[in-house]
């Protein structure tokens, strides 16, 4: 059970335009900066997003993120075969001493 | 660039320890906070701790009582231990860079290592 709530998966087809949303807490998403990650199949995780809706050089402007209060989403626009993906969205919990938060990942199919 | 590579078994025996290496090339190794991630198979990710380069370490709650991390700066490695380990923490373990700043919020992961599968059965 992850402490981050994604959906399972998503589906969308070229050129369309998907939203993948990630429901929090106030210790995590509400306090703090949220994170993205892509990950393409048989590779490690990459950073898609950073501080709630900064992208870093090199990723998309296809690719967004936005927050609001315990809340967070990534939207992919124009979609790409090449996005197909899981997606984790990730944030610092300030419960216990601190710790490191991901959603159960996305699994994005672009059919 | 900074590059990271995970090394160590990738076969542990129940109630042994897996002790995992991760060597840092390219780029700063002092000032960064290193961490560790493991991801079961077909699962998502879960994060063990982070290890900053002056040895302060966090670690997940979860794992608090198994995980040591310790780093060697002059050999550009940091490194994990966890003891007693069941089937349960089989999974490929990732290394990665966890920024500068240090409010923990302000950091994310980037690099990561390509990750190593562990797993652990007799």
């Known amino acids: 059970q992850s402490v981050l709530t994604q959906p399972p998966s998503a589906s969308g087809t070229p050129g369309q335009s998907v939203t993948i949303s990630c429901s929090g807490s106030?210790?995590?998403?509400?306090?703090?900066?949220v994170y993205w990650y892509q990950q393409l199949p048989g590779t490690a995780p990459t950073v898609l997003i950073y501080?709630?809706?900064q992208r870093p050089s090199g990723v998309p402007d296809r690719f967004s993120g936005s927050k609001s209060g315990t809340s967070a989403s990534l939207a992919i626009s124009v979609l790409r075969s090449e996005d197909e993906a899981d997606y984790y969205c990730?944030?610092?919990?300030?419960?216990?001493?601190?710790?490191?938060?991901f959603g159960g990942g996305t699994k994005l199919t672009v059919l | 660039q900074t590059q990271l590579q995970e090394s160590g078994p990738g076969l542990v025996k129940p109630s042994e320890t897996l002790a995992l290496t991760c060597t840092v090339s390219?780029?700063?190794?002092?000032?960064?906070?290193w961490s560790w991630i493991r991801q079961p198979p077909g699962k998502g990710l879960e994060w063990i701790g982070y290890?900053?380069?002056?040895?302060?370490?966090n670690y997940n709650p979860s794992l608090r009582s198994r995980v040591t991390m310790s780093l060697d700066t002059s050999k550009r490695q940091f490194s994990l231990r966890l003891t007693s380990v069941t089937a349960a923490d089989t999974a490929v373990y990732y290394c990665?860079?966890?920024?500068?700043?240090?409010?923990?919020?302000?950091?994310?992961?980037?690099?990561w290592g390509q990750g190593l599968l562990v797993t652990v059965s007799s």
């Open positions: 390219g780029g700063s190794f002092t000032s960064y906070h």
């Open positions: 501080r709630n809706n």
């Open positions: 990665a860079r966890t920024g500068l700043y240090s409010s923990p919020e302000m950091n994310w992961f980037d690099p």
């Open positions: 290890i900053y380069y002056t040895g302060n370490t």
């Open positions: 990730a944030a610092w919990d300030d419960s216990q001493s601190g710790l490191w938060v």
């Open positions: 106030s210790s995590n998403i509400g306090s703090n900066y």
